[in-house]
């Protein structure tokens, strides 16, 4: 249990990068391979997130007098994450609208199907 | 199709065993890096900002978040230009009129979203947000609008218009603070007592600009998707 305590951000983030990285390989509609690519940019959120965590920290945010500056989250990780979410979001625009204009183009979804984009 | 699968798995294994390899010498919850715990001690005295997150984005990587911004932009611009080849089709007929209710409501939660970013993102120095997360609720709250009142037409040129001042008012603010202290971005208003809303110098003003333009840019990106 102890293992499972330390580690289970990390090992739900890996969880998540696997899934989402399995979909991208494996599935061949691509609604589903954008859907795997943003649950993988999920996971590395929560990955990044979780290598600035310590314990019983607090928010680095000096909102009151008292807090103790060695009790705070590391605000690298986080300023990072902060954008990267952000990013993701335009990412995720720009890829379905890539498949908007690819079904008109060949009426299918299906990547087996798109003869130039065959592998 | 099924070697595909197993191919895909076995990259897969080796990808996560290789990362999970270097991350075994970084326990969870142990403390932090060099940088972090520099930043923490001296972010307040050297920025002026309450939240030492925000001074990271905009204080000590300011340039990084120029950058974002600009990834940003480009992601809105190539979106609207594969937009703009869509076979046009008319979809206001096809679809039914929404209700009463659902109108009324969104009316009324519209200009109470809109706040609720603006607070997000004039509070970036002292409370958990920002620009970011601000411009993001405000895109929401343009969801919500395009999604009930079908008929109510946002104007493209307007979005367009405050993106652009936005990022302006960044660059412009960069440029100041390289006449003023010798380099880009240096923070030379004054910088305020700790935890109060006139604080932390060039710090709100760009969290301001970061606001309208990402709010701008996100509801753009969503008027396009709709309105093709």
Request: overall charge positive.
């Amino acid at each position: 249990m102890g293992f499972l305590n330390s580690y289970i951000y990390y090992i739900a983030s890996f969880g998540l990068i696997f899934i989402g990285l399995y979909i991208l390989v494996a599935k061949s509609n691509l609604i589903k391979m954008i859907i795997g690519l943003n649950i993988a940019d999920s996971g590395v959120n929560l990955l990044l997130i979780s290598i600035g965590y310590i314990k019983r920290g607090t928010a680095p945010i000096f909102s009151k007098p008292n807090l103790n500056p060695k009790l705070m989250v590391d605000p690298v990780p986080q300023a990072l994450v902060l954008t990267a979410i952000v990013i993701g979001v335009a990412v995720l625009a720009l890829a379905l609208s890539f498949a908007v204009r690819l079904f008109q183009h060949y009426d299918t979804l299906d990547m087996r199907k798109i003869k130039e984009q065959r592998w | 199709m099924k070697m595909r699968k197993i191919i895909g798995l076995i990259l897969m294994l080796v990808i996560i065993l290789a990362v999970a390899a270097t991350l075994v010498k970084i326990p969870f919850g142990a403390p932090k890096t060099k940088v972090g715990s520099y930043y923490i001690e001296n972010g307040t005295r050297q920025t002026g900002a309450a939240n030492i997150v925000t001074s990271v984005v905009l204080n000590y990587r300011g340039f990084d978040t120029l950058g974002e911004v600009t990834v940003l932009f480009i992601a809105a611009l190539g979106l609207g230009a594969i937009t703009f080849t869509f076979n046009k089709r008319d979809r206001k007929g096809s679809l039914t009129p929404s209700s009463l209710v659902l109108k009324t409501g969104c009316k009324f939660l519209f200009p109470l979203i809109l706040l609720f970013g603006t607070y997000i993102f004039i509070h970036g120095h002292l409370t958990p947000g920002g620009g970011f997360q601000g411009g993001a609720i405000i895109a929401s709250a343009y969801v919500l609008i395009y999604l009930s009142c079908r008929e109510k037409e946002v104007k493209r040129n307007r979005l367009i218009t405050i993106e652009s001042i936005g990022g302006l008012i960044f660059v412009g603010i960069g440029i100041m603070g390289l006449l003023f202290g010798g380099y880009f971005l240096f923070n030379f208003l004054p910088k305020g007592v700790l935890n109060t809303l006139f604080s932390a110098g060039i710090i709100p003003v760009l969290y301001i600009a970061i606001g309208f333009k990402v709010g701008s840019e996100l509801a753009g990106i969503i008027v396009d998707f709709i309105t093709s």
